[in-house]
């Protein structure tokens, strides 16, 4: 399997997996957390789009490293995992964060 493609499923697993195995916050069940992906995703679209297309694109990628498989308007379909799995993770960090600083302001 490519190599990019092996990461963006191995990330895919760990934050899944970081989700419902340990930090147990509750994101995926939020409206406001799939809100922000639609929008994270109408960007990503917007961006890598002009980044990937053309005949010099300024990102260009070795297909032999991924599927090959490209969603219009040419972005391979693994930057669609990368990006939920980059915001995710984030999310997941922001919101455990603010939950830890919520019990220690709590037993001060």
């Given amino acids: 399997m490519p190599e990019y493609t092996v990461s963006v499923v191995l990330g895919l697993v760990v934050v899944v997996v970081l989700e419902l195995a340990w930090l147990r916050t509750g994101l995926f069940r939020s409206v406001r957390y799939w809100v922000s992906m639609a929008i994270v995703l109408g960007f990503q679209v917007l961006v890598d789009g002009l980044l990937t297309r053309g005949s010099r694109p300024v990102v260009a990628y070795d297909d032999s490293q991924n599927l ?7 972005i391979p379909i693994e930057d669609f995992g990368f990006g939920f799995v980059l915001c995710t993770a984030v999310l997941l960090g922001w919101v455990r964060w603010q939950r830890r600083d919520a019990r220690l302001s709590a037993d001060s």
């Fill in 68 to 74: 090959g498989i490209r969603c219009p308007p040419g």
